[in-house]
């Protein structure tokens, strides 16, 4: 039997790694160009004073933004949340890095979360993004959530030799799902792009596999589709024609380039309840802060800040 002594040793190493130092970027490995033996990988983005110094302070920005859903050929009132913070991660096992090393891959990590209602039922909706801060290859990984009282659905990209995704769903046609695809544009991966660089986006007709979350409330392939991109000042545009849908985010032009608000329109709802609506998100707030270790009841006047409450 371990003695009390092992015990408490081991409850310390498993502190000292938790997700206290999310956000706690090495600035050695910050435009180390992530290895890659498929993709024809250009410079690493250099990375200005300026950015720097708002992304290494060991916090993360967060974002809160009054959400309109179209969802059953409705508008529901809710909320979201885009949580931006650079961490290290491990290229090989496709996780936050816990021990710092020049082999750590710097990563712009997006948590985006929706919450809304749905009559009597919630949804709460969960984004990650982990894109390399060189921005010269795709998104490492991508993963989406949706929680609802009909049940829960999970999928997961990981960008190896091939884009490898798993998904599982309840629903019959969708229950559990393992596959390749060649490497396309993610959406999911533009809005981290964005905040590094607006002007790296891409333009022009182009293919691109449309946000997780889209694709999953909408039961479709998860595919690259024909899309057309437009980049102005302030404005980032995305036009799907087969699906009948396009998106537009618009962002503050200066550095650190904020995603003010941003709208979706596509055909909601089924059968006799199909229209095209319109979702909208607009900014309520933004802060700085290592949330990670803002966990106590006296904390919860963060979220009251943030619009939460």
Same mark, same amino acid.
């Given at each position: 039997?371990?003695?009390?002594?092992?015990?408490?040793?081991?409850?310390?190493?498993?502190?000292?790694?938790?997700?206290?130092?999310?956000?706690?970027?090495?600035?050695?490995?910050?435009?180390?160009?992530?290895? %890659?033996?498929?993709?024809?990988?250009?410079?690493?983005?250099?990375?200005?004073?300026?950015?720097?110094?708002?992304? &290494? /302070?060991?916090?993360?920005?967060?974002? %809160?933004?009054?959400?309109?859903?179209?969802?059953?050929?409705?508008?529901?009132?809710?909320?979201?949340?885009?949580?931006?913070?650079?961490?290290?991660?491990?290229?090989?096992?496709?996780?936050? @890095?816990?021990?710092? @090393?020049? %082999?750590?891959?710097?990563?712009?990590?997006?948590?985006?979360?929706?919450?809304?209602?749905?009559?009597? &039922?919630? +949804?709460?909706?969960?984004?990650?993004?982990? &894109?390399?801060? @060189?921005?010269?290859?795709?998104?490492?990984?991508?993963?989406?959530?949706?929680q609802e009282w009909c049940g829960h659905a999970y999928t997961q990209l990981n960008n190896r030799s091939e884009f490898e995704v798993r998904s599982h769903s309840y629903f019959e046609g969708e229950a559990d799902e393992d596959f390749s695809l060649n490497k396309s544009i993610l959406e999911n991966e533009l809005w981290t792009q964005l905040r590094i660089n607006p002007k790296s986006l891409p333009t022009g007709n182009v293919e691109i596999i449309p946000s997780f979350e889209f694709l999953r409330l909408k039961h479709l392939p998860l595919k690259a589709y024909n899309a057309s991109a437009e980049?102005?000042?302030?404005?980032?545009?995305?036009? &799907?024609?087969?699906?009948?849908?396009?998106?537009?985010?618009?962002?503050?032009?200066?550095?650190?380039?904020?995603?003010?608000?941003?709208?979706?329109?596509?055909?909601?709802?089924?059968?006799?309840?199909? /229209?095209?609506?319109?979702?909208?998100?607009?900014?309520?707030?933004?802060?700085?802060?290592? +949330?990670?270790?803002?966990?106590?009841?006296?904390?919860?006047?963060?979220?009251? %800040?943030?619009?939460?409450?």
């Amino acid at each position: 039997m371990k003695s009390p002594l092992v015990f408490f040793f081991t409850a310390l190493f498993l502190m000292t790694f938790s997700c206290k130092n999310e956000g706690n970027v090495q600035e050695q490995t910050e435009a180390k160009a992530p290895a %890659s033996p498929v993709e024809n990988l250009q410079n690493p983005q250099p990375l200005s004073e300026e950015f720097k110094s708002y992304w &290494y /302070q060991g916090e993360a920005e967060i974002t %809160s933004y009054s959400l309109e859903q179209a969802r059953y050929g409705e508008i529901r009132n809710g909320n979201a949340v885009l949580v931006f913070v650079t961490e290290p991660f491990l290229q090989t096992a496709q996780v936050k @890095a816990d021990q710092p @090393a020049a %082999s750590n891959i710097t990563v712009l990590k997006l948590n985006a979360t929706k919450n809304f209602n749905t009559g009597i &039922y919630p +949804y709460s909706i969960m984004q990650s993004v982990f &894109y390399p801060l @060189a921005n010269n290859q795709h998104a490492l990984k991508i993963s989406c959530s949706v929680q609802e009282w009909c049940g829960h659905a999970y999928t997961q990209l990981n960008n190896r030799s091939e884009f490898e995704v798993r998904s599982h769903s309840y629903f019959e046609g969708e229950a559990d799902e393992d596959f390749s695809l060649n490497k396309s544009i993610l959406e999911n991966e533009l809005w981290t792009q964005l905040r590094i660089n607006p002007k790296s986006l891409p333009t022009g007709n182009v293919e691109i596999i449309p946000s997780f979350e889209f694709l999953r409330l909408k039961h479709l392939p998860l595919k690259a589709y024909n899309a057309s991109a437009e980049l102005t000042s302030e404005t980032y545009t995305l036009t &799907y024609p087969d699906l009948n849908r396009s998106l537009s985010i618009t962002f503050n032009p200066q550095f650190p380039f904020e995603i003010i608000s941003w709208e979706e329109t596509f055909v909601s709802g089924f059968g006799d309840k199909a /229209q095209e609506l319109k979702t909208k998100a607009t900014r309520i707030k933004t802060i700085k802060s290592d +949330y990670w270790n803002r966990n106590t009841n006296a904390d919860s006047a963060l979220r009251e %800040s943030l619009g939460l409450e």
